[in-house]
């Protein structure tokens, strides 16, 4: 394991149960929260809250099967399975992180 120091092997090995010695939980979510991921999946979920899922099993169909194989499968162009994509992870990022 050349170039791996003795301290990433430790935090790669950490129990995620246990809490960490770093920010404040509070302070961690506010951060998490302060994002353009985050606004972009709050923004989303306000304003179409009847596509919240549909746009999740979108993204991760888009996930499975690749940009490109998803959208030679649905006539679409790969900026818009991006795009769709991202907005899927965005929205999945908000729920999980949202108080």
Not at 3 to 27: C, L, Y
Not at 33 to 42: E, K, N, P, R, V
Request: hydrophobic share 40%; net charge negative.
């Amino acid at each position: 394991m050349r170039g791996v120091t003795s301290a990433a092997v430790a935090e790669a090995e950490a129990d995620p149960t246990e809490p960490s010695a770093g920010v404040p939980e509070e302070e961690l979510l506010e951060s998490l929260m302060d994002t353009g991921l985050y606004s972009m999946g709050a923004y989303f979920s306000d304003q179409h809250p009847e596509l919240v899922e549909e746009v999740i099993d979108w993204s991760e169909a888009i996930e499975e099967q690749g940009l490109r194989g998803y959208a030679d499968a649905n006539d679409l162009t790969v900026e818009e399975c991006f795009e769709t994509l991202l907005t899927g992870l965005a929205v999945r990022y908000y729920k999980a992180v949202a108080p």
